[in-house]
């Protein structure tokens, strides 16, 4: 019942943008922590950002500067600015919501991910 879309992915240039969304939908009674991750061919999947459900905000080293997560409560959704992109941020982008519904507690759900490609 709960599904978690992601958009926004797609090839770019080194040093353009790219916004990338999650909107998590079903029957969802509250969301606590959203984040984004990235897993680029023959690598681990990593942790890009994450932010509560109040707001704060906690990026992995490599982004600091350079991307900024956000959230629209009212939305379910997630968002991932994405500036000053370099090669080295190409890979899939995953969203992950923990979330309870009016059935189940608090767990973690992911998105189907989409590709980010930066070209030199």
């Known amino acids: 019942q709960v599904q978690l879309v992601e958009s926004g992915g797609g090839l770019v240039q080194a040093g353009g943008s790219l916004r990338l969304s999650c909107a998590a939908s079903?029957?969802?009674?509250?969301?606590?922590?959203m984040g984004w991750y990235r897993q680029a061919p023959g690598k681990q999947r990593e942790l890009v950002a994450v932010i509560s459900s109040g707001g704060s905000t906690n990026y992995a080293d490599s982004v600091k500067g350079r991307f900024t997560i956000s959230r629209d409560n009212a939305k379910n959704t997630v968002y991932l600015q994405m500036n000053s992109l370099k090669p080295e941020d190409t890979a899939v982008y995953y969203c992950?919501?923990?979330?309870?519904?009016?059935?189940?507690?608090?767990?973690?759900?992911w998105g189907q991910g989409t590709q980010v490609t930066v070209s030199s």
């Open positions: 079903g029957t969802i009674a509250s969301i606590n922590v």
């Open positions: 992950k919501a923990n979330l309870r519904t009016r059935t189940n507690y608090y767990s973690d759900f």
